[in-house]
């Protein structure tokens, strides 16, 4: 009992506002823009919607599903997730479904009742609900790993299975994703209706989308990429880009494996938009040196987003 009061000493308050903010976000997306056009968002969400639309049992909504679905394997996963993560998750589960009841069962009835059709956004343009829903679902999902959780249990899930599997965590993502959208098109066949390959596509399409709008928002504008150069003018070099880019930059000693001559190298870290002015400063007093950009996924210490300046 002594390990709760040292875990909500770790919560932050502020944290809890943007996960408020990012389940309602992601709502919006998959309840407005996503569902009302037959457009499925990817992992539990989408199986939340998928199974609201086929069991026939009024209490049996979307909440209830997000919380029956992903509680359990956030639970189950505790040890790995670690219980700060369990908390922030599970919060804004809670708050996506809590949104997502207000505008399924309040906004989208009362927008049917009055004789609309599809979206009360978008009304029935499959493609805009698709990328726009994509988008808002990206944002919220964003802005909850941002603020410390995770909106859908499914990687979870595979984080608990996959060695037992044989699988990496995105590959088992990825086939229960595919798995999903197969059963969202053939579905209706058993009703007496036509399959809906169309749908599934637009929903591979809303979740291309919001992929990479998790990826922008969790990494942002200023994604790192490590520069790595061989040269000969090392000094010059060197003092040039440090005083034109301010940034730190490390000299690494390197051996030519078929010469087998001692070489200097440098490693520096930059973002996107430094890259053109890093490739001219080369080329104007190296031409000869050797340059290999590398994409950086993630930094830790040097300080705010790597921009650690050089005084």
């Known amino acids: 009992m002594k390990v709760f009061p040292k875990i909500w000493q770790k919560l932050k308050p502020l944290n809890f506002l943007g996960l408020t903010v990012a389940g309602i976000i992601n709502a919006l997306g998959v309840c407005l823009l996503l569902s009302p056009v037959n457009v499925y968002d990817g992992g ?16 049996l909504t979307q909440s209830v599903f997000l919380i029956v679905l992903n509680f ?3 639970l189950l996963g505790r040890k790995k997730i670690g219980t700060d993560f369990l908390i922030y998750s599970l919060y804004a ?3 996506y479904s809590l949104a997502s009841f207000f505008f399924n069962d309040i906004l989208i009835k009362s927008y049917i009742a009055g004789g ?6 978008v009304e029935e343009n499959v493609i ?12 919220g999902s964003g802005l909850v790993i941002k603020f410390g959780g995770a909106l859908d249990g499914v990687e979870v899930m595979a984080l608990l299975f996959n060695k037992k599997l044989g699988l990496s965590v995105g590959t088992c993502v990825m086939i229960y994703n595919a798995g999903l959208y197969i059963i969202a098109a053939l579905l209706p066949l058993f009703f007496g209706a036509s ?59 390197a051996t030519g494996y078929y010469s087998g001559e001692g070489k200097k190298m440098l490693y520096m870290v930059v973002n996107r938009f430094e890259i ?3 490739k001219a400063i080369v080329a ?16 830790m210490g040097t300080g705010k987003m790597y921009r650690k300046k050089v005084k």
Request: proline share 3%; charged share 20%; glycine share 8%.
């Open 44 to 59: 539990f969400s989408g199986t939340s919607v998928l199974l609201d639309k086929n069991i026939p049992v009024a209490w």
């Open 72 to 74: 359990p394997f956030f």
């Open 93 to 95: 589960i809670a708050i």
């Open 116 to 121: 609309g059709k599809g979206s009360p956004v």
């Open 128 to 139: 805009l609900g698709a990328i726009f829903g994509g988008l808002l679902s990206g944002v």
């Open 195 to 253: 399959m809906m390959w169309e749908a599934t596509l637009y929903s591979l399409i809303a979740y291309f989308v919001c992929l990479k709008t998790i990826d922008f928002i969790v990494e942002g504008l200023e994604k790192g990429k490590a520069a790595l150069i061989i040269t000969e003018n090392i000094e010059e070099l060197a003092s040039a880009l440090s005083q034109e880019l301010k940034r730190g930059i490390t000299v690494l000693d």
């Open 276 to 278: 053109a002015k890093l």
């Open 284 to 299: 104007a007093l190296d031409p000869k040196s050797f340059v290999s950009i590398i994409e950086v996924s993630e930094i």
